[in-house]
């Protein structure tokens, strides 16, 4: 049995994504107006674009599954399996604890919150997988890394993995 809990942008992270995608494109008509005589430079700059967005677009979270085997946390690309035995801690965070928090190597609201975030408070990084900056999951491994998801319904994603983890 697979329960699977989606993701959806909230309306600030698609009105960053707006804003960012705007950006790029206005950038890039500016390199390409700017240097339409030169050789090499707005074909640099629009080559460093297109990866750096390719490498964020890759990473977008689509959903959260909480299988027989663990708990699967579903990129475009990448696949992140916690099995129940290796499971520390799994708890309910609010938007308050996660205030001190900045992207390290991640986005902060281009199609989503993810990637590796580190925590002014306490010194720590962690991993997200976020939609929206709301009802967030802490879940803690063995080996003390910490995965931040979103759920539209935390609670009954807490419940299901603590329920899993008791029967195994």
Known sequence: MEKRFEYRLDRRARRITAIVIAAVALLSAAALCLWVGSSYYSAWLLSNIAAVAGLYILSIPRHVAVTEAGVEIHCLVELTILNYDDLRS????GREELKYCIPLLGSYGFFGYYGYYFNLRDWSVFK?????WNNFVEIEDVYEQI???SCPDADRLTELIEKNRTVQ
């Open 128 to 132: 997200i997988y976020a939609s929206e």
């Open 90 to 93: 799994v708890r309910r965070v």
């Open 147 to 149: 995965y931040v998801v």
